[in-house]
């Protein structure tokens, strides 16, 4: 297996923000060095021995260390394998979906089995120890997400000890994150600009973590870079498109939309990520998908809480049938928009708005048809609820686009060309109204 590429601009130092977190927890458990700690310039900052707290944060933030600082630090009650197992047996006796995970394999011992051969270096067991204590959030999705990916591996037929690399891919897949700014994760905050590069770059961060341990093998590495890629190429940090990512990374980034599914939606989670797979048919391994599906059709229980989301079903409607017609109107008054430059943002939304018309299409969920739909609908509370569904998945998906035109081509404001001024006004509007 090649070594990916990383990209230069790509800073593996520990962060202010993770620094933070470590520190502020060192505040309520013993955290000591146990070697001296030096910048990169040869400084010693702090000796052999020194109880690591809050106060030293200010010191620290200052330098460049010459090593990552959880190399030299001993941590009271640190996380461990069987803190892990533990962690990982209650999820899947109090979570919905490990549970139904466990319940499909046979048994919730099954399920975590391969978490005890994982290896766990003392750096490692540091960032996870931090992410348990400062981000209990990230920790228990970083669990969740395990058990999906080894529900996975299991039902693909991996050896066991594919699935102790797999189990350790998911476990660290969201390293990268300490390093950010704890905010991006509130859902009222905007991720723009610089926070939306660390976004964007936390799986390359993640990559770097696991690599430099030496403890891990080069497929897990590569899985967890892959984490956020998509079959349709439409996925980030590389891009990449069906048969370049690799089988654990193609694991793991459905294991990540079914754990974030489930944590984000508290009704009808198996309702909404069913629709989401099916909608989203060219972005998801399709072998992998059948092994969920099932799952989630017999967890439904649709009389009892698809009835109130209905409501959104007309404004929905509304909104996406405006988000194509305004783009028809600004690529009719392009000269030659038809003829765009490959790769340029104006081809990009073109062909991503015209893809997702047509899959709305090909599951008769387009505008055009919703609208008759809903004069047959009126008094099915069901029916329109499956609407909504569906409006709430498209319209997530022209966010996504928006986030990816901003992301790809942040010159789009300067509308240099017809084409630019295109796309950042169809930006314009979607900021506005989604």
């Known amino acids: 297996m090649t070594e990916p590429s990383v ?23 013993t955290v000591v060095a146990d070697a001296a700690i030096y910048t990169d310039n040869g400084i010693k900052l702090v000796e052999k021995g020194t109880r690591i707290d809050s106060r030293l ?8 260390l010459r090593e990552p600082i959880d190399r030299h630090l001993s941590i009271e009650n640190p996380v461990d394998v069987p803190a892990l197992m533990a962690a990982a047996q209650a999820l899947v006796e109090q979570e919905s979906l490990p549970n139904m995970l466990a319940q499909a394999l046979g048994s919730g011992a099954r399920l975590l089995s391969p978490l005890r051969a994982v290896p766990l270096p003392a750096p490692m067991a540091c960032k996870l120890t931090v992410m348990r204590e400062q981000r209990p959030e990230l920790f228990q999705h970083s669990l969740q997400m395990m058990t999906v990916a080894l529900f996975l591996g299991f039902k693909t037929g991996l050896g066991e000890r594919d699935c102790a690399t797999l189990a350790a891919a998911a476990l660290l897949h969201d390293l990268g994150v300490l390093h950010m700014d704890p905010a991006w994760s509130d859902p009222d905050h905007k991720v723009v600009g610089v926070q939306r590069k660390h976004l964007v770059a936390h799986p390359i961060t993640a990559m770097l973590m696991i690599r430099d341990t030496r403890a891990y093998a080069k497929a897990a590495e590569v899985a967890v870079l892959e984490h956020h890629e998509r079959m349709d190429g439409s996925g980030y940090p590389r891009g990449l498109a069906g048969g370049d990512i690799t089988p654990l990374g193609r694991i793991l980034l459905l294991a990540e939309v079914v754990a974030a599914f489930y944590e984000k939606y508290e009704d009808m989670p198996a309702q909404r990520l069913s629709l989401v797979l099916r909608l989203n048919h060219r972005k998801f391994p399709a072998a992998l998908v059948a092994c969920i599906l099932p799952l989630l059709q017999e ?3 649709r009389e009892s809480s698809l009835m109130p989301l209905g409501n ?4 929905q409607i509304e909104l996406l049938a405006e988000a194509f017609a305004y783009w028809d109107s600004l690529k009719a008054a392009v000269p030659g928009g038809a003829k765009a430059l490959p790769g340029s943002a104006f081809a990009f939304a073109d062909a991503r708005l015209l893809a997702l018309q047509k899959t709305l299409l090909e599951s008769g969920s387009h505008p055009r048809q919703q609208s008759e739909l809903m004069a047959q609908l009126d008094g099915d509370a069901i029916g329109l609820a499956e609407v909504a569904l569906v409006g709430r998945e498209a319209l997530w998906q022209l966010e996504s686009i928006l986030n990816a035109c901003h992301r790809r081509w942040p010159q789009l404001a300067d509308r240099a060309t017809a084409e630019d001024t295109a796309v950042a006004d169809w930006c314009d509007w979607a900021v506005r109204r989604l």
Not at 7 to 29: E, F, G, K, V, W
Not at 57 to 64: E, G, I, P
């Open 312 to 315: 959104d079903a007309p404004r």
């Open 57 to 64: 944060y200010d010191r620290l933030v200052q330098h460049k």
């Open 299 to 301: 967890e439904v229980a």
């Open 7 to 29: 990209p230069a601009d790509i800073d593996t130092a520990d962060s202010p923000h993770y620094l933070r977190a470590l520190t502020d927890m060192a505040d309520r458990r």
